[in-house]
C-alpha cells in the first residue's frame, strides 16, 4: 500500500511528489509513466519559457501560480545548477490598431502587480534591433531553461528522497474506495491511499475511469515549429511576441531564443488528430472520433472559424507562415526557417464549446485530477504541486468526518 500513487510523469507530476515528499518526509510514493522515460511529451516538447504571467487574468490559477512558480523556478535552477537565462521578453505592437489591445494588457498586468514596461519604438530597437513594431511591452522577468534537464534534476532528488517510479505502465482501470484506491496498470495492480492524476493529454480519460462525471474534455492541439538558421540567430536577442488577440484562445507565432542558442519560431496552432501526434500526418481513430463526436468542438470550431483557417494556411504553406514572423523581425526570409519538431497542447474544452482557460484541478473521494494544465503549467509546475499537497489534507478530514 503506498501513500500516494502519481499518474504522469512531467514536470507536474514530478514537481507533485516533489511538493508531498517535502511536506511528508517518508511517505511512500510512487510515479506511474506509460513511456520508457521522463517528460516524453508535453514537457519535453514545449518552449522552454518560464513565464511570468503576463496573460491572465487578475485572481485566477494561471496569474498567481505563473507569477510564484516563476520565482520558484529560476530559484530551483539556481539551487540545483540547472542552466538557465533571465533574458526578458518584449511584446511588439506592429499597427496602430493594436494599441488598444496593448493598453488593456498593461492594464492587466499591471493589475496583476508585474514589473512591466511600456517601451516604445527607440527602447524597442535598443533591446532588440530587428525587431518591427510601433510601440511594446517589456517583460524582464522572462527566462528560458530546458524543462526536460529541470524534469531530471527532480527526478534524481525524488529517487534520493526514496520515490519510486514505474515506466511502461499503462493505467488500465481505476477503483476508487473509501478506504484505498486500487490501480490497474498493464504492468501490475497497485493500491494507495491517495491517486494524484497528471496525466497530461490523457487526463480526462483517468478521470472518467475513475468514476468521475465531468463534461470536460481534452481537445488535442498541435504546436507546429521552426527555427532559424544558425546564421540568423543574431536577428533575435531574447522573446520577441506579438500583443495577443483575446478573441483568439492562443498567443500566436513568436520567436523564443533557446537554451542551446537557437531562435526557435511558431507555434502555429491546428488540431491534432491523434493526442500525442507530431506529424502532419499521425491519426489515431479513437482520438479522432473523440473530438469529432464532442459537441464543445463543433461550437468552438464555429466561434474560431477564421482565425483557425489562418492557422491551417500557415500549416501547410510555409511563405505565410514566415509572413507572420516578418511581421514581428522583417528580415526574416522563407530560406532563414527550416522545421523543428512539434508538441501538442492539451487544452481541455466544455460541451458549450467554451476553453477551459485557467488550470483546472478536481477533487475525488481519495484523488486528486488536474485536468487542465497547459503553458504556463511548466512554469508553475511546482506551485502547482504545492496547491495539491495542500488539498490532501482536506480529503484526508472528510474520509475522517
Not at 504546436?223 to 500583443?243: R, S
Not at 484523488?367 to 506551485?383: D, G, K, L, Q, R
Amino acid at each position: 500500500m503506498y501513500d500516494y500513487v502519481i499518474i504522469g510523469g512531467g514536470i507536474v507530476g514530478l514537481s507533485t511528489a516533489f511538493a508531498l515528499i517535502q511536506k511528508n518526509p517518508g511517505a511512500s510514493i510512487i510515479v506511474v509513466e506509460k513511456e520508457q522515460e521522463l517528460s516524453a511529451h508535453q514537457t519535453g516538447r514545449n518552449s522552454g519559457v518560464i513565464h511570468s504571467g503576463v496573460y491572465y487574468k487578475p485572481g485566477s490559477l494561471k496569474a498567481r501560480m505563473a507569477m510564484q512558480g516563476r520565482n520558484s523556478m529560476v530559484e530551483f535552477c539556481e539551487t540545483h545548477d540547472v542552466p538557465h537565462e533571465v533574458c526578458g521578453k518584449v511584446l511588439v505592437a506592429t499597427e496602430q490598431e493594436e494599441i488598444p489591445r496593448l493598453e488593456a494588457l498593461n492594464d492587466r498586468v499591471q493589475e496583476n502587480g508585474l514589473n512591466v514596461t511600456r517601451i516604445g519604438r527607440k527602447e524597442l530597437q535598443e533591446i532588440e534591433p530587428y525587431a518591427n513594431g510601433i510601440e511594446g511591452l517589456r517583460v524582464p522577468s522572462t527566462g528560458i531553461v530546458n524543462y526536460k534537464k529541470v524534469s531530471v534534476k527532480i527526478a534524481e532528488l525524488l529517487r534520493q528522497a526514496g520515490v519510486e517510479f514505474s515506466f511502461g505502465s499503462a493505467v488500465e482501470t481505476i477503483d476508487e474506495g473509501s478506504g484505498e484506491v486500487t490501480i490497474e496498470t498493464s504492468e501490475r495492480t497497485l493500491k494507495s491511499r491517495f491517486l494524484i492524476n497528471c496525466a497530461g493529454l490523457h487526463s480526462d480519460r483517468l478521470v472518467r475511469m475513475a468514476g468521475i462525471h465531468t463534461d470536460l474534455q481534452i481537445v488535442p492541439f498541435r504546436g507546429e515549429y521552426f527555427k532559424l538558421t544558425e546564421e540568423k540567430n543574431h536577428l533575435v536577442k531574447g522573446l520577441i511576441y506579438p500583443i495577443p488577440n483575446p478573441a483568439f484562445p492562443f498567443l500566436g507565432v513568436h520567436l523564443t531564443k533557446m537554451m542551446d542558442g537557437g531562435i526557435h519560431a511558431g507555434p502555429n496552432a491546428v488540431l491534432s488528430f491523434k493526442r500525442e501526434g507530431y506529424r502532419k500526418t499521425d491519426f489515431h481513430w479513437k482520438d479522432a472520433f473523440d473530438v469529432l463526436s464532442f459537441p464543445g468542438f463543433w461550437k468552438m470550431a464555429r466561434v474560431n472559424m477564421k482565425e483557425g483557417m489562418k492557422e491551417m494556411v500557415r500549416s501547410f504553406h510555409k511563405e505565410s507562415f514566415v509572413k507572420s514572423l516578418q511581421r514581428l523581425v522583417p528580415d526574416i526570409q522563407e530560406e532563414d526557417v527550416i522545421p523543428t519538431d512539434a508538441g501538442v497542447r492539451a487544452q481541455a474544452m466544455l460541451k458549450d464549446g467554451r476553453l477551459v482557460d485557467d488550470f483546472h484541478i478536481i477533487t475525488g473521494k481519495r484523488s486528486v485530477h488536474v485536468c487542465n494544465a497547459p503553458s504556463p503549467a511548466a512554469t508553475a509546475s511546482f506551485e502547482i504541486g504545492r496547491e495539491i499537497a495542500e488539498r490532501i489534507p482536506e480529503l484526508e478530514r472528510v474520509q475522517v468526518s
